[in-house]
């Protein structure tokens, strides 16, 4: 696994950094809009292939993408490459759609399908044909791999390399008429079968997959390979800088090719025989991103999904960016993750922690406090009057002046958590003990001076007195109080029940297995745990799913998709104790 990475700008405030140096890909643009490169035209895209939900990952490419063409005044497009009619579908289609608006990337009114240009793509295909530059081959997939050769033998060429222009022409085209099976025949481009680079060696531009297509439905029975479509989408779009990962890098030379083949005999002004020289986008690639205790792929993705191992694609715990919306991310905090850990060109893996430490720092600034009670313990003030009301003033946000107060009911039966009181404490417990005083949070000092307990001999209740003096927690005499604990009062509190999660994967590397296993043999078992019964103050009736909180003390914590007025349903999002920051700050002394 490669080293994790420190992100360059670790110590500093990453949310108020607006200075960091170009990165290399917005060097090259701005050098091209200095020199006039595409006329001063700036225009990137987002192509995912309908094949699943998007992941951190994609995010990572559309901050990347839509951030260049906002910041040099340029356009963006979503366009999806969906050119392979066997794994997509129509609800990926639609969940990309919600997933890219979510984040903010604007395509205004350009959202395109590679499948609309697929008529246009086989016109360029007959017309390499024509040049003599492609060619219907008969060999079978696993004939193909074998006349290939390795990095260190060259290919073979296959024997229907040299047929006529007019039986290539007359076989594809009954191929397009779906006169033959599926694998039979390929079309395939004439380069070089011994050249260095494997891509070079005749790829298949086109195969044949009697499918239906979630959008062309039945027209289409030869569909293109990734390699021939991908650049002459861009081209068609006018992309200027087809941004995309690394490992396509040696796939350059190819897309190159295909174009410059099609633009063999053109002229810019169309004349002469084959029309106007099409656009030539400039590809550049970065390294994709990589999580620890995370896997990234579409593939392993849907295989958690289909084996039943979270409860669909936008399970909390999954990295899709649906996934991390329901968990309660909010599209700045992956903006700002985009941000530090910037763009570059060598593969490595980030500490899932620093994701999390963006996560908390946007969440800070913008979640209100509420008090909550996870595992409550009951609580009797036995000399508070009985029946009596009272309304403490609570702060919404201290990070946030705008914010405002609430008033929080507070009675003589409250609930604290569980964990909040030790019988016999050791030292170092501050908390509430038998005969110890806490102050409870905006209201009162409490002293515990009886604890009750059940048949089986754990705690149930516990009686304290309280210090009508302390009202608002404030301590008149300045004695010490350790503990400030939350509270919810057992009248107003309302049920609710509270989804824990924990990474997914046991491993920083999900993907380091003992032989003849998977990386789902790191499954971590306990990744979800759900408490019932816990009580939240009254202020959260009318919470809606994806609202965001900070439970005090506990964490940050989000509305659940599934919550309703009568059932109310968390999801903790993060907890409040940041190890990112805890590492930096191990790595500073
Ligand atoms: P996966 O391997 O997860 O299935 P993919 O690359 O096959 O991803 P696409 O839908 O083809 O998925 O991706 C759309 C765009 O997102 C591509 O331009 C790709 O380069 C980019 N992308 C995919 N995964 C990552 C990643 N982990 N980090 C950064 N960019 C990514
Ligand atoms: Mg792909």
Same mark, same amino acid.
């Given at each position: 696994m490669a080293v994790i990475i420190w992100a360059n700008c670790m110590v500093m405030d990453m949310t108020q950094d607006n200075n960091q140096p170009l990165d290399f890909i917005r060097q090259i643009v701005a050098e091209d809009c200095k020199t006039g490169k595409w006329g001063g035209r700036v225009h990137t895209r987002f192509p995912p292939e309908p094949n699943g939900y998007l992941h951190i990952g994609h995010a990572k490419a559309i901050c990347l993408n839509y951030g260049i063409a906002k910041d040099f005044g340029g356009k963006f497009n979503l366009r999806f490459d969906d050119t392979n009619p066997s794994k997509e579908d129509q609800d990926y289609v639609d969940a990309i759609i919600e997933d890219v608006r979510w984040l903010g990337a604007d395509w205004e009114d350009r959202l395109y399908y590679a499948s609309d240009y697929f008529e246009q793509m086989y016109q360029w295909a007959v017309e390499l044909i024509k040049k003599g530059k492609a060619y219907v081959c008969d060999l079978t997939p696993e004939q193909v791999r074998q006349y290939r050769g390795t990095l260190t033998e060259p290919g073979r060429p296959s024997p229907y390399r040299n047929r006529s222009v007019e039986e290539n022409l007359d076989l594809f085209e009954r191929m397009r008429r779906g006169e033959f099976p599926d694998g039979s025949r390929t079309l395939r481009a004439k380069?070089? %079968?011994?050249?260095?680079? @494997?891509? %070079?060696?005749?790829?298949?531009?086109y195969r044949i997959l009697h499918q239906e297509h979630h959008r062309q439905g039945n027209k289409w029975c030869i569909y293109p390979t990734y390699d021939w479509a991908h650049g002459l989408e861009d081209s068609i779009e006018g992309i200027t800088h087809s941004i995309c990962t690394l490992e396509f890098e040696n796939h350059r030379p190819l897309y190159d090719w295909f174009i410059d083949a099609i633009n063999e005999g053109r002229t810019e002004d169309g004349?002469?025989?084959?029309?106007r020289r099409i656009h030539h986008p400039q590809q550049i690639e970065f390294a994709r991103l990589n999580l620890t205790y995370t896997v990234l792929s579409k593939r392993k993705l849907l295989r958690l999904v289909e084996g039943g191992?979270?409860?669909?694609?936008?399970?909390?715990?999954?990295?899709t960016i649906a996934g991390l919306r329901r968990r309660g991310y909010s599209p700045s905090a992956i903006w700002n993750f985009a941000k530090v850990i910037g763009v570059n060109k060598y593969n490595s893996t980030v500490d899932i922690s620093l994701l999390e430490h963006c996560l908390r720092g946007d969440l800070n600034k913008t979640s209100p406090r509420v008090m909550a009670v996870l595992r409550p313990l009951k609580v009797v003030i036995t000399d508070w009057p009985q029946d009596k009301v009272e309304y403490v003033e609570a702060i919404n946000n201290p990070e946030d002046p705008t914010s405002g107060r609430r008033l929080v009911p507070f009675s003589g039966v409250l609930y604290i958590e569980q964990d909040d009181f030790m019988e016999q404490p050791p030292a170092k417990f501050y908390r509430l003990a038998p005969g110890r005083e806490v102050r409870l949070r905006y209201a009162y000092l409490i002293t515990c001076r009886e604890v009750i307990k059940d048949a089986s001999g754990k705690v149930a209740e516990l009686r304290c007195t309280y210090d009508p003096a302390t009202r608002g927690g404030e301590v008149p005499d300045g004695r010490k109080v350790k503990a400030t604990l939350h509270w919810v009062s057992a009248a107003h509190a309302i049920d609710a029940e509270v989804r824990l999660y924990d990474r997914l994967f046991l491993k920083p590397d999900p993907e380091e297995v003992q032989e003849g296993q998977d990386f789902t043999a790191n499954i971590n078992p306990n990744s979800l745990q759900i408490l019932k019964g816990c009580k939240v103050e009254?202020? @959260?009736?009318?919470t809606r799913p994806l609202d965001r909180w900070q439970f005090e003390r506990l964490g940050y914590f989000c509305t659940d998709l599934d919550s309703r007025p009568d059932r109310l349903v968390f999801n903790r999002t993060v907890e409040l104790k940041d190890t990112w920051a805890k590492l930096v700050r191990k790595r500073q002394v």
């Open positions: 380069i070089d %079968m011994a050249h260095p680079n @494997l891509n %070079m060696r005749d790829p298949v531009m004349s002469g025989p084959w029309g191992y979270v409860n669909g694609w936008d399970d909390p715990r999954m990295p009254p202020s @959260l009736t009318d």
